[in-house]
């Protein structure tokens, strides 16, 4: 979309001049020939950078840049003046000009001021656009799921994200801890700030302190320049320190000193720099555990653990596997343009048994790999890896309760009897739910429902 440009001069032969000079770019260019003019415009129309003159009949320069500050808060202003006195550049800076120019000016400079001016509005414009699709990406909304379980864990984000509490994400790799610290950050006062992100265990340790906090020129071997650390980076925003457990004691010690003091000193440094930042941490370890053996600060436990979050594994929330399928599924055949349906009932079910060590993330990786490789259709209990497979039959029957004795028993009723008891356990064992007794039986749901009809168990069972 192209950039907008009104230009404010009383004199003719000003305005002329600028419309030559910016009507041959890819601007959409607007005209006023006074302050009234301008502030009309103003009104109608979304503007990116105004270039006003500073005198005026009526309303002048000041008043069109007061005015396009409330109008369009954005928006870049340059004063012209040939008046190109000190008070009037620091009060036009007050008011927050972009920059100021005097008349007579070169057209090169002119240009080029404007250019800066397009191209700082376009990078807020683009900037306002990001922060929008990340709050739209990272709502409540988002987080797939059910459970009771995940409902109580985004009651509790809900209720403490607009705080700047100090918040301790705990689960298993592949839970979405990340996920739950983005929520957080975008649902608070700080969410058009900064959240930088740090996994503690991709860094090596030698490195960690400099990523964190900085370094000076000359700290250390190949610290050529400055640099700043992420925890700066994070000013007014949010830091999300993953895999915290993985940092060493004595880092552990100097991020104790920030969490107290909420300052730090660069690696090499003298000087302290002040920073406000809220820290979100996250590990898949037992810090307690972590504690005992020695790795893991006890106050900096105390320091991180103000507001814990467990998320529970997948495995304790089977009701949003589901949820979580359907919706990578669409994810998938979106992206890779594929056309597949779903998992039959005997798949899911073999899903909703399975223990899933990698959690959500291993359930994704399973969708999008089924997605590429059938393209379109049904997914059947044969389309899932081994791990999920069935292991056999199940044990032997216990024959315990018939006796052959001397004059033997009737095969065909004992048998008829034996079925009959085992499939009222099955589905006492499923609270009645025939996808799951076919399965614990190792029978098709239409074979099982043959024979509850054939032994008139269905009856029994709903009566």
């Known amino acids: 979309m192209p950039k907008s440009l009104l230009i404010a001069d009383d004199e003719e032969l000003t305005l002329s001049l600028l419309k030559e000079v910016f009507s041959s770019q890819d601007i959409r260019l607007y005209l006023a020939k006074s302050g009234k003019e301008a502030i009309s415009i ?17 309303v002048d320069g ?40 005097t008349k007579p000016f070169k057209i090169m400079d002119v240009s ?32 797939i799921g059910v459970s009771v379980q995940l409902r109580q864990v985004l009651d509790l984000v809900r209720k403490v994200a607009d705080s700047d509490s100090t918040i301790l994400i705990l689960g ?6 990340e996920l739950i610290a983005r929520a957080v950050h975008y649902n608070s006062k700080r969410l058009d700030r900064m959240l930088v992100a740090v996994n503690c265990s991709a860094i ?5 302190e400099s990523e964190l906090f900085g370094h000076v020129k000359g700290a250390f071997t190949g610290a050529h320049v400055e640099r700043s650390g992420r925890f700066e980076m994070a000013h007014r ?18 991020l104790l000193r920030v969490l107290q003091e909420q300052s730090f000193i660069p690696v090499g440094g003298t000087k302290t720099v002040n920073v406000d930042v809220r820290v979100i941490a996250a590990t898949n370890k037992n810090l307690e555990n972590e504690i005992a053996a020695g790795r893991f600060r006890q106050d900096l436990f105390f320091r991180l653990n103000v507001i814990p979050i ?30 597949a349906m779903g998992f039959r009932p ?12 990698g959690n959500v993330r291993e359930l994704e990786n399973l969708v999008e790999r089924l997605v590429v490789l059938k393209y379109e259709g049904w997914f059947d209990a044969d389309d899932l890896p081994p791990a999920m497979q069935p292991k056999g039959r199940g044990p032997v029957p216990n024959t315990a309760g018939f006796d052959l004795g001397e004059g033997g028993i009737n095969f065909r009723e004992a048998t008829d009897s034996f079925q009959d008891r085992l499939i009222t356990q099955a589905l006492s064992l499923t609270k009645g739910n025939k996808n799951k007794a076919a399965n614990l039986l190792g029978l098709k749901r239409t074979t099982l429902l043959e024979m509850l009809k054939r032994k008139r168990l269905d009856c029994q069972i709903s009566s």
């Open 204 to 208: 090596p340790a030698e490195l960690l």
């Open 62 to 101: 000041l008043g069109v840049l007061a005015h396009a500050k409330r109008a369009h808060p954005k928006c870049e202003v340059i004063m012209m003046t040939a008046f190109g006195t000190v008070e009037n550049a620091v009060q036009a800076m007050k008011l927050g000009a972009f920059h100021y120019i």
């Open 237 to 254: 925003g949010t830091i999300f320190l993953d895999e915290i457990a993985e940092m060493s004691p004595s880092l552990q010690a100097k």
């Open 310 to 339: 467990q998320i529970p594994p997948l495995r304790e929330r089977i009701d949003d596997i589901p949820v979580l399928v359907d919706h990578f599924l669409q994810k998938w055949n979106r992206k890779m343009g594929r056309l």
């Open 172 to 177: 298993e790799s592949g839970t979405g801890k």
């Open 112 to 143: 080029n001021l404007v250019g800066r001016a397009l191209e700082l509005a376009s990078i807020r414009k683009e900037n306002i656009h990001l922060k929008t699709q990340a709050m739209r990406h990272h709502t409540f909304d988002t987080i």
């Open 346 to 357: 005997d798949a899911m079910e073999l899903m909703m048994r399975y223990k899933w060590p």
């Open 42 to 58: 103003l009104n109608q129309t979304d503007i990116d950078v105004v270039l006003t003159d500073f005198m005026m009949p009526g």
